[in-house]
């Protein structure tokens, strides 16, 4: 049956395909809606799906049920892999037992991301082959794949699809689902599963064998496609692929194209492909991981050919398109270009709309009155997550990665700043990384305050539950910790909770904070209002009255809702009544209205 | 070579309804028999930031719509459709919806919001069939001012190549079944603009 479906709905389906009988994550854009997906259809399959605390966590339980003969999952964003590099890197010495596919989306372009690492450096680093899909299907088609690789070579196998590929949709035929093995059964073999020196020395002799093996398995499938025409050739990686095939369509051009859809490439096709042309252009997005093996190659069997690539015609940096590959095929062919459009004047009279904290949301109080309390010449170091887009409220300083807010701030203070610190994180990225930080603050006595910014949701990647939600990723009641006994058992001296919808007491809270000599925490606890939108919450409305003097404090404050008309302020149809501008109002003339 | 038979942009504000006009037309497409590609946009800019989608009918290739390459820009915002004017082929056609959404800066007062007259002209220039459409209003006659989106859908469905029968069919599928008869109305009313 055809559907039409998003690339992430397709990988979640070709999960299924293989009888895959755990999956477990952590949200990050663009991987979020795999897990999602099968949770939503999961059905009465058995199978276990979560959303762990954090991408180690993650990979750790996959490779725990894939040593117990179930086959496993781990879902992230590349960045994630960053996380999880540790069980990561060794698993490929000790191996797999039942299949067991990471998912590592990558971002070209940062869309949603912090850096664009390239997942497939991560293959090559670990000697682990890497499937790269090019649209939704080849994705589902891999994922399924996937673990009949793994399997074979006893190897942990990544799937990379990009934001293009998660984010994209395409009719694709799909296939039924499988039910996972009865039965599974931890088998010990400490010689596999122990990774004492003695143990993994010969580990590593077998992987380097085995990764040469895969290579040559991965001759014959088909996302590995050789077609000899012209002597011009194209070779071309994952999405990228698609690009190039359409630039020879689009230019109509008699010219060999061979599509890649593999880390390690198959050397052979490669060769055959070198042997026919006598120039390529290699076409992929981030680092020239094709392009090298290409020179390889070359150097042995035809170092004559030339070879064209990233030195040149293509991008190291940013996402490709149809028109870069185009333009870089029309280029090398000594053919017109086609420019990329722009609408002179538009720029001039448009209005930046960057992403912003929603109207009403929390952590926009809670920063304001961070701020207050702190001062100017405090420091802010923050971290990854919705109120990074805040960054105009002088309170975010820093963001690296999830965590380091805290870690940061413990660098600054010990490093020799005097002035105030106050670092912020969100209640879930507290979980996912913000522990161990704030255990190592406590310890090494840094005196700094860290916020937590708590709206009991995993909001920016699309509202997953934690473990202080008391929800598991299937909606299942558990365990809810709290944020207070943690931060207590972890040393922190002093832990207020406040509600930032109440700002003089939110203030107060943070000058308590502030004056306290040790490690403080304040937890500002509010709902999102996009989860409280949806739970049905009753929600008020304000208005700006004739009392409103022009003096902009309430428009300062920065929530969408609230408009300026050049002599008086004004609330728009946004507004989620949170009641945080009346509080600032001096003339106190915001008040609430009946809907 | 064509490597497309229609590529369609849709652009707006996250929150506007994006992603179900090119849900609704992939689906349709697949009924069609048709293969189909979009791309669309999630994560950050969802939250009140520009959002671009992209759907592409009868293609096999790039999820993207090439800059100057597409048939129809439809714009669920003003400023939004002159952002993104620059996919609109000379040959295509714009529909865009007059209601702005204000960014954040314009109502904090860095910057300023064009009118719908200098949007309307920047454009003309580009394309010669720029149209505008009062959907937010159309969308309250037909019940519920939510399904804005869905009257630009009515108004998109004249330009395209899928039959009205299987966009319904599709659309019955997205939205939840209270609301159907009053999105069944808007995509009518939407329709019966550009006739
Ligand atoms: S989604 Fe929630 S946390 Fe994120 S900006 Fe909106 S209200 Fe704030
Ligand atoms: S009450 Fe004020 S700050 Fe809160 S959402 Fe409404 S306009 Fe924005």
Same mark, same amino acid.
């Given at each position: 049956?055809?559907?039409?479906?998003?690339?992430?709905?397709?990988?979640?389906?070709?999960?299924?395909?293989?009888?895959?009988?755990?999956?477990?994550?952590?949200?990050?854009?663009?991987?979020?809606?795999?897990?999602?997906?099968?949770?939503?259809?999961?059905?009465?399959?058995?199978?276990?799906?979560?959303?762990?605390?954090?991408?180690?966590?993650?990979?750790?339980?996959?490779?725990?049920?894939?040593?117990?003969?179930?086959?496993?999952?781990?879902?992230?964003?590349?960045?994630?892999?960053?996380?999880?590099?540790?069980?990561?890197?060794?698993?490929?010495?000790?191996?797999?037992?039942?299949?067991?596919?990471?998912?590592?989306?990558?971002?070209?372009?940062?869309?949603?991301?912090?850096?664009?690492?390239?997942?497939?450096?991560?293959?090559?680093?670990?000697?682990?082959?890497?499937?790269?899909?090019?649209?939704?299907?080849?994705?589902?088609?891999?994922?399924?794949?996937?673990?009949?690789?793994?399997?074979?070579?006893?190897?942990?196998?990544?799937?990379?699809?990009?934001?293009?590929?998660?984010?994209?949709?395409?009719?694709?035929?799909?296939?039924?689902?499988?039910?996972?093995?009865?039965?599974?059964?931890?088998?010990?073999?400490?010689?596999?599963?122990?990774?004492?020196?003695?143990?993994?020395?010969?580990?590593?002799?077998?992987?380097?064998?085995?990764?040469?093996?895969?290579?040559?398995?991965?001759?014959?499938?088909?996302?590995?496609?050789?077609?000899?025409?012209?002597?011009?050739?194209?070779?071309?990686?994952?999405?990228?692929?698609?690009?190039?095939?359409?630039?020879?369509?689009?230019?109509?051009?008699?010219?060999?194209?061979?599509?890649?859809?593999?880390?390690?490439?198959?050397?052979?096709?490669?060769?055959?492909?070198?042997?026919?042309?006598?120039?390529?252009?290699?076409?992929?997005?981030?680092?020239?991981?094709?392009?090298?093996?290409?020179?390889?190659?070359?150097?042995?069997?035809?170092?004559?050919?030339?070879?064209?690539?990233?030195?040149?015609?293509?991008?190291?940096?940013?996402?490709?398109?149809?028109?870069?590959?185009?333009?870089?095929?029309?280029?090398?062919?000594?053919?017109?270009?086609?420019?990329?459009?722009?609408?002179?004047?538009?720029?001039?009279?448009?209005?930046?709309?960057?992403?912003?904290?929603?109207?009403?949301?929390?952590?926009?109080?809670?920063?304001?009155?961070?701020?207050?309390?702190?001062?100017?010449?405090?420091?802010?170091?923050?971290?990854?997550?919705?109120?990074?887009?805040?960054?105009?409220?002088?309170?975010?300083?820093?963001?690296?990665?999830?965590?380091?807010?805290?870690?940061?701030?413990?660098?600054?203070?010990?490093?020799?700043?005097?002035?105030?610190?106050?670092?912020?994180?969100?209640?879930?990225?507290?979980?996912?990384?913000?522990?161990?930080?704030?255990?190592?603050?406590?310890?090494?006595?840094?005196?700094?305050?860290?916020?937590?910014?708590?709206?009991?949701?995993?909001?920016?990647?699309?509202?997953?539950?934690?473990?202080?939600?008391?929800?598991?990723?299937?909606?299942?009641?558990?365990?809810?910790?709290?944020?207070?006994?943690?931060?207590?058992?972890?040393?922190?001296?002093?832990?207020?909770?406040?509600?930032?919808?109440?700002?003089?007491?939110?203030?107060?809270?943070?000058?308590?904070?502030?004056?306290?000599?040790?490690?403080?925490?304040?937890?500002?606890?509010?709902?999102?209002?996009?989860?409280?939108?949806?739970?049905?919450?009753?929600?008020?409305?304000?208005?700006?009255?004739?009392?409103?003097?022009?003096?902009?404090?309430?428009?300062?404050?920065?929530?969408?809702?609230?408009?300026?008309?050049?002599?008086?302020?004004?609330?728009?149809?946004?507004?989620?009544?949170?009641?945080?501008?009346?509080?600032?109002?001096?003339?106190?003339?915001?008040?609430?209205?009946?809907? | 070579?064509?490597?497309?038979?229609?590529?369609?942009?849709?652009?707006?504000?996250?929150?506007?309804?994006?992603?179900?006009?090119?849900?609704?037309?992939?689906?349709?497409?697949?009924?069609?028999?048709?293969?189909?590609?979009?791309?669309?946009?999630?994560?950050?800019?969802?939250?009140?930031?520009?959002?671009?989608?992209?759907?592409?009918?009868?293609?096999?290739?790039?999820?993207?719509?090439?800059?100057?390459?597409?048939?129809?820009?439809?714009?669920? %915002?003003?400023?939004?459709?002159?952002?993104?004017?620059?996919?609109?082929?000379?040959?295509?056609?714009?529909?865009?919806?007059?209601?702005?959404?204000?960014?954040?800066?314009?109502?904090?007062?860095?910057?300023?919001?064009?009118?719908?007259?200098?949007?309307?002209?920047?454009?003309? %220039?580009?394309?010669?069939?720029?149209?505008?459409? %009062?959907?937010?209003?159309?969308?309250?006659?037909?019940?519920?001012?939510?399904?804005?989106?869905?009257?630009?859908?009515?108004?998109?469905?004249?330009?395209?190549?899928?039959?009205?029968?299987?966009?319904?069919?599709?659309?019955?599928?997205?939205?939840?079944?209270?609301?159907?008869?009053?999105?069944?109305?808007?995509?009518?009313?939407?329709?019966?603009?550009?006739?």
């Amino acid at each position: 049956m055809r559907e039409y479906l998003l690339g992430n709905v397709a990988i979640a389906k070709g999960l299924l395909e293989a009888g895959m009988g755990l999956a477990a994550g952590y949200p990050g854009t663009p991987s979020s809606e795999i897990v999602e997906s099968l949770v939503d259809l999961k059905g009465d399959l058995p199978l276990h799906v979560e959303w762990s605390v954090n991408e180690k966590v993650a990979l750790e339980v996959a490779i725990g049920a894939s040593w117990t003969g179930t086959r496993s999952a781990a879902t992230m964003k590349h960045v994630g892999l960053n996380v999880a590099a540790d069980p990561f890197m060794t698993l490929a010495y000790l191996g797999v037992g039942a299949g067991l596919v990471i998912i590592s989306a990558d971002d070209p372009y940062c869309h949603s991301s912090q850096n664009e690492q390239d997942s497939r450096r991560y293959a090559q680093f670990a000697s682990v082959p890497c499937l790269d899909p090019a649209d939704p299907q080849e994705a589902k088609d891999m994922a399924r794949y996937g673990f009949d690789l793994s399997e074979r070579f006893s190897v942990p196998v990544i799937l990379r699809p990009t934001t293009r590929v998660s984010h994209s949709r395409a009719d694709v035929e799909v296939g039924a689902t499988r039910r996972a093995e009865k039965d599974p059964k931890f088998i010990k073999n400490p010689g596999r599963r122990v990774s004492l020196p003695v143990h993994v020395r010969p580990l590593h002799t077998e992987l380097l064998r085995k990764h040469k093996e895969i290579e040559a398995a991965l001759e014959s499938v088909p996302w590995n496609h050789l077609e000899l025409a012209g002597e011009h050739g194209i070779i071309a990686s994952g999405i990228a692929g698609l690009y190039a095939e359409e630039a020879i369509r689009d230019l109509d051009l008699d010219m060999s194209l061979l599509r890649i859809g593999t880390t390690p490439a198959p050397s052979a096709l490669i060769a055959r492909m070198l042997e026919h042309v006598s120039s390529v252009l290699v076409v992929e997005e981030l680092e020239p991981v094709l392009e090298e093996q290409v020179q390889r190659v070359a150097l042995s069997i035809k170092p004559e050919v030339e070879i064209l690539g990233k030195e040149s015609h293509i991008p190291r940096e940013g996402e490709l398109d149809f028109l870069a590959a185009r333009n870089a095929v029309a280029r090398r062919e000594e053919l017109d270009l086609r420019p990329a459009k722009a609408i002179a004047g538009a720029k001039m009279i448009l209005p930046p709309r960057p992403p912003s904290l929603c109207p009403g949301c929390s952590h926009r109080a809670a920063y304001y009155a961070m701020r207050k309390a702190f001062g100017k010449n405090a420091v802010y170091p923050s971290d990854i997550g919705c109120y990074t887009m805040a960054v105009g409220m002088d309170t975010v300083d820093t963001c690296l990665c999830m965590g380091a807010s805290i870690t940061a701030a413990t660098g600054i203070r010990l490093g020799g700043e005097t002035a105030p610190i106050c670092c912020s994180l969100g209640d879930s990225t507290f979980l996912h990384s913000g522990l161990t930080g704030l255990l190592n603050a406590a310890y090494n006595k840094a005196r700094i305050t860290v916020t937590i910014l708590d709206n009991s949701t995993t909001a920016m990647t699309g509202h997953q539950p934690h473990p202080g939600t008391g929800f598991t990723a299937t909606g299942e009641a558990s365990v809810e910790i709290s944020l207070e006994d943690v931060c207590r058992a972890l040393g922190a001296g002093m832990v207020e909770t406040v509600d930032p919808y109440q700002l003089e007491d939110t203030i107060a809270g943070f000058k308590r904070a502030r004056d306290f000599e040790g490690l403080s925490v304040v937890i500002a606890r509010q709902a999102c209002v996009i989860r409280a939108r949806r739970s049905g919450a009753a929600r008020k409305m304000y208005a700006v009255n004739q009392d409103c003097a022009g003096c902009k404090l309430c428009v300062d404050f920065g929530c969408p809702a609230v408009e300026f008309d050049g002599q008086k302020a004004r609330i728009n149809s946004l507004c989620t009544g949170c009641g945080v501008c009346a509080q600032i109002c001096p003339a106190s003339a915001i008040q609430e209205v009946r809907k | 070579m064509k490597t497309s038979e229609c590529d369609i942009v849709i652009v707006g504000v996250g929150g506007q309804g994006v992603i179900l006009i090119s849900d609704v037309i992939g689906r349709a497409a697949v009924k069609a028999g048709k293969p189909v590609r979009g791309a669309e946009t999630h994560g950050m800019a969802q939250r009140g930031g520009s959002v671009i989608n992209h759907t592409r009918i009868g293609c096999r290739y790039s999820p993207m719509v090439a800059s100057g390459g597409a048939d129809v820009l439809l714009a669920l %915002e003003p400023a939004e459709a002159l952002r993104f004017g620059h996919f609109l082929s000379r040959e295509g056609t714009a529909l865009i919806n007059t209601v702005p959404v204000l960014p954040v800066t314009v109502t904090t007062g860095t910057a300023s919001y064009p009118s719908l007259q200098e949007i309307m002209d920047l454009l003309r %220039e580009e394309c010669g069939d720029v149209r505008a459409i %009062e959907a937010t209003a159309l969308a309250r006659q037909a019940g519920t001012a939510q399904a804005m989106n869905v009257v630009m859908l009515g108004a998109l469905s004249r330009f395209i190549p899928l039959p009205e029968e299987l966009l319904l069919e599709a659309l019955s599928e997205v939205v939840p079944p209270k609301y159907l008869e009053a999105n069944r109305r808007a995509f009518m009313l939407g329709k019966a603009e550009v006739e």
